[in-house]
């Protein structure tokens, strides 16, 4: 038995030296989104720390295997939507990503529940979620007619 609980910590303490990729990279302000003071407040504030190159990595991401596991989310979710590289996506695929914003934030799937248990003043209010369902249609509006008028 002994044996085996030093196994255990023999293997946690092995664990904390499997390299974690936290970086946040380097990018161009002129690509972060362009929004709303008041959409980019409600980004930031729930948003950020997953789908932007300026993640505030807490302390549990310091600690394996738990590290693993926010790291493989930040890195999931910058690939799905990077508010940092907004300007890379056309028009097309950032009306694409508003819709998707919309849907994910009505059903209640982000911000990631697991991280609303740590970071409760991430959650957003009824009024917040309709805020970003105004901004998230209105743009594909204006989009639309944008297209129309170059063909
Ligand atoms: C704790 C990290 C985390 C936070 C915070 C977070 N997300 Fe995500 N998000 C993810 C991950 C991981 C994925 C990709 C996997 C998935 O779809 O579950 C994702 C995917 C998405 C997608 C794409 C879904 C799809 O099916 O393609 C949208 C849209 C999205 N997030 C919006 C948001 C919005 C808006 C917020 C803030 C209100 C937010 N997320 C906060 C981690 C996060």
Partial sequence: MKKIIIGFFVVVVLMQFWPVDRSNPESDAALEIEAPAEIKAILEKSCYDCHSNKTTWPWYSYVAPVSWLVAYDVEEAREHINFSEWGTYNKKQQNHAKEEICDEVFEGEMPLPKYL?????????????????????????????AQVEQE
């Fill in 117 to 145: 248990k740590l970071h409760s003043e991430a959650a957003l209010s009824e009024e917040q979620k309709q805020v970003i369902k105004a901004w998230a249609l209105q743009e594909d509006v204006e989009a639309d007619t």
